[in-house]
């Protein structure tokens, strides 16, 4: 199973690098629990492969979540949920199963990002190609939520979570 992995079949991979000036912008992060085994730019202080099995670790400090997208992706986020204190990327489909379980009402905001990115290889190459899909940056905790207004990468958007509503 490859860990760090979008999928896109007209760009023939399913490695996809998060864009280190998305990194720049939101960081400094203190884990990046599902980095791929080559990353020719740092998104944290401790970066993760697979063979470290970030899913099963724990995971401390300001968290960079860019999971594997399909059936695993829920499971990674599920976890940044309950960590609390991070910002994942995910694709921006609103309507899904994890949407409902780990973004609305447990998110503290969610940006969608403006157009569509283009992800790099392995190698650090930018692909020719866009992701063909919205992507959202999900931020679990206030100061997450300040990174993603400054770094202006798309509309930010507040949610109402339980603890959240209870203080009102």
């Known amino acids: 199973m490859n860990l760090s992995g979008h999928q896109s079949a007209r760009m023939g991979s399913d490695t996809w690098l998060t864009p280190p000036e998305w990194i720049s912008a939101l960081g400094p992060f203190d884990l ?3 980095c791929p085994p080559v990353m020719p730019w740092p998104t944290a202080t401790r970066m993760l492969t697979e063979a470290e099995d970030g899913l099963a ?3 401390v400090g300001r968290v960079w979540l860019n999971p ?3 059936q ?3 499971l990674w986020l599920r976890k940044l949920a309950l960590q609390g204190n991070g910002i994942g ?15 609305w009402g447990k998110a503290d905001s969610v940006c969608f990002v403006k157009g569509r990115p283009h992800f790099h290889y392995p190698d650090g190459k ?3 190609f866009n992701s063909g ?3 959202a940056l999900v931020a679990y905790g206030r100061e997450n939520t300040e990174a993603l207004i400054r770094s202006r990468l798309g509309v930010v958007l507040m949610i109402a979570t339980a603890e959240s509503r209870a203080k009102s």
């Not at 990327?89 to 973004?103: K, N, Q």
């Open 126 to 128: 930018r692909a020719a």
């Open 57 to 59: 670790v724990p995971w």
């Open 68 to 70: 594997p997208f399909g």
């Open 89 to 103: 990327l995910i694709p921006a489909r609103t309507e899904t199963a994890m949407f409902y379980e780990s973004v």
């Open 32 to 34: 990046d629990p599902a």
């Open 72 to 74: 695993q992706a829920a």
């Open 133 to 135: 899909a919205p992507i």
